[in-house]
């Protein structure tokens, strides 16, 4: 089973959309629209009446990720702080605020976390708690809630593992948190979408902060 992503030419190219119980990886250079695409998928996932997790361990907070996510729904690049262009415009940015607060996407910023609380194992848990509950039914025999069916994970060259000391170099942070990541993907019945950042160096080759990693 899949979860389609509502970018025709991602499901296209992955038979439909992001497996469930599998972890696919988005891996590219500073600026390329890694968040910009995980952003639409989850929100064009929430908006076809799924349960959607939004992790960000990016310099974003959550009200700045609601914001960005506010402009994505409007098909802006500019904020809105520059002042709006017309009314349609204001219009628009209400609309996309009243459907950002319907949809069943959830932000979990992590980006303000301490260290020892950005762990793989620490998010994780938060996540697999509301699984649980959606999943366990009331003792009237209804269902908990809508199971999860989407994570994203922003940044996640940030995460860190709880079974690894601090100074951990990157790559083996990456190997244990993906490890980690799969098996936990595969235990929730979900899919789980990552986006780590690659860096080319000046001689054209590739020096990853974390993707390497990720990718193997």
């Known amino acids: 089973s899949v979860v389609p992503t509502g970018v025709d030419l991602v499901d296209k190219c992955t038979s439909g959309g992001l497996p469930l119980g599998q972890t696919t990886v988005v891996s590219a250079g500073t600026g390329v629209g890694k968040s910009v695409l995980l952003i639409q998928f989850a929100l064009e996932v929430a908006r076809a009446g799924k349960r959607v997790v939004y992790v960000t361990l ?3 907070d959550g009200d700045e990720l609601r914001d960005r996510m506010m402009r994505q729904l409007c098909g802006w690049a500019w904020p809105p702080e520059e002042g709006w262009r017309s009314s349609a415009d204001e219009a628009a940015y ?4 009243t459907q950002l607060g319907i ?7 992590a980006s303000q976390y301490a260290t020892h609380d950005r762990t793989i194992e620490t ?9 649980i509950k959606a999943k366990t ?14 994570v994203c994970w922003d940044y996640a060259q940030k995460l860190r593992s709880a079974n690894l000391p601090r100074n951990a170099g990157i790559y083996e942070t990456g190997v244990a948190c993906s490890d980690y990541l799969r098996w936990w993907t595969k235990d929730m019945g979900l899919a789980s979408v990552i986006a780590s950042q690659v860096t080319i160096n000046q001689q054209g080759g ?3 902060k974390g ?4 990718e193997e």
């Open 58 to 60: 990016a310099d974003l």
């Open 137 to 150: 039914k009331r003792r009237d025999g209804s269902p908990g809630g809508e199971p999860i069916s989407l």
């Open 103 to 109: 949809i069943d996407l959830e932000i979990l910023d």
């Open 94 to 97: 209400v609309a996309a605020e």
């Open 123 to 131: 998010l994780c848990a938060n996540i697999a708690a509301k699984q």
């Open 211 to 214: 993707g390497g990693a990720w």
């Open 206 to 208: 590739a020096t990853t």
